[in-house]
């Protein structure tokens, strides 16, 4: 692929995107899940099938999918973010509080063994903006990170396998103004972006062949991708007397394992995944730490009704660091701080062919505070989320 055809590709995708202006952390800089269902249920989904939107969580879990299913939809994020640099000003709230993140799947059975989806979604990113304050050095940050999958499938028995080809788009903009530091003023260097490769690896087993009904394992692997930002990382670090820094982001492996158990309309799901965000490039250098993430979710049918419940707790991947400047850079540009999600969920089958799923993710303020001596004294963030998402499935 030129030079000329990324850029143009790129363009276009941002477009598509245009509406989605910051994704704010959540287990680090990654979404709870993607689609509504698993975002009911706590981000649960390693071992429970939520149709085609099972794509990115584990692939091998479409094979649930008894023809063609398509979901179309999105979160509305609204994030609630202040940060107080101490004896440099009050707490100042970050003007990036709303923002739309849209998410398309399609999976179709090919035949009693083969199954293929398609995808495009919205997976993670962060970002702040200050630009309207008089402090926290006018701070504005922006990262997209948007996933373009293919999984593919094979089902024999209870055993479902799947492997998931993932090409990564993403951009990242840092600017502030850093006036009476070394090297101060303003500092920004654009809009960078970069094309990455990566896979998702799936496994899903249904203990019904074993007499043990409604009993289903899951497991999955994500690869890391390397991302390069030149020369935005670089040049955000010189603007504060620092050099020789890469501009690689590469996001972190990923594995997880989940268990799920359905007894008549009751379903029960807990997953397990480690996040090694202190392996990644970029992410490790700044001191971010690994995560455990840990989700339950609870589903209940009645009829044309379902309705979910779920919690999801991932301790914060941004950790005091012994550099001054990480810490205030993570807390005022990357606060990837949040740690405790509730959440709550239903769907409606207005048609067997057709259904509307909602699902509303509650995250109540975390606060960090972190040494920056001697740039200042401290610096503290508090960060809260709201999230609605909706989707619409159709079956066929």
């Known amino acids: 692929m030129n030079v000329k055809t990324t850029r143009t590709l790129g363009k276009l995708i ?3 995107f245009i509406t989605s202006t910051m994704i704010h952390a959540t287990n680090g800089d990654n979404l709870i899940a993607m689609g509504a269902k698993a975002r009911g249920m706590g981000g649960a989904g390693i071992a429970m099938s939520h149709g085609a939107e099972s794509a990115l969580s584990n692939g091998a879990l ?5 023809g063609t299913e398509i979901g179309f939809g999105g979160t509305l994020f609204m994030p609630d973010i202040k940060t107080e640099i101490a004896g440099m000003g009050p707490k100042y709230t970050s ?3 709303t923002n739309v993140i849209p998410e398309v799947s399609i999976a179709h059975k090919i035949d009693e063994n083969w199954y293929i989806g398609v995808g495009m979604w919205g997976t993670a990113g962060m970002g702040t903006d200050y630009s309207e304050v ?9 990262l997209q990170l948007m996933q373009f999958g293919v999984p593919i499938a094979y089902k024999t028995g209870g055993l479902s396998l799947a492997v998931t080809p993932i090409l990564q788009y993403g951009n990242l903009d840092i600017n502030y103004d850093s006036t009476g530091m070394q090297n101060g003023g303003p500092n920004g260097a654009g809009l960078a972006q970069d094309f990455g490769f990566g896979y998702n690896l799936g496994l899903a087993y249904d203990f019904t062949a074993n007499g043990i009904d409604g009993l289903t394992f899951g497991a999955m692997y994500r690869s890391a991708i390397e991302m390069d930002y030149n020369p935005q990382i670089s040049t955000a670090m010189a603007g504060f007397g620092r050099s020789n820094f890469s501009d690689k982001l590469e996001q972190p492996e990923e594995y ?3 268990l799920a158990y ?8 807990f997953d397990y995944k480690k996040i090694k965000w202190s392996d990644a490039q970029g ?4 001191g971010w730490d690994d995560s455990d993430v840990y989700a339950i979710g609870y589903q209940y049918t009645e009829n044309e009704w379902t309705v979910r419940l779920g919690y999801n707790h991932a301790e914060s991947a941004v950790v005091e660091t012994a550099d001054p400047l990480f810490n205030m850079l993570n807390l005022l540009g990357f606060p990837a701080t949040q740690e405790d999600h509730y959440t709550v969920g239903a769907s409606y089958e207005f048609t067997r062919a057709f259904s509307l799923d909602l699902a509303y993710v509650y995250a109540p303020t975390n606060t960090e505070t972190f040494s920056i001596a001697p740039l200042g004294s401290t610096i503290t963030t508090d960060h809260a989320e709201d999230s609605v998402s909706f989707q619409l499935a159709y079956t066929f």
């Open 134 to 142: 008089p402090g926290n050095f006018q701070m504005v940050t922006n």
């Open 262 to 269: 359905t007894m008549g309309q009751h379903t029960f799901a």
């Open 283 to 286: 992410y490790g250098d700044y």
């Open 14 to 16: 941002a477009l598509s």
């Open 62 to 66: 479409i094979t649930s999918v008894e």
């Open 95 to 97: 003007d990036a509080d």
């Open 256 to 258: 997880g394992l989940g």
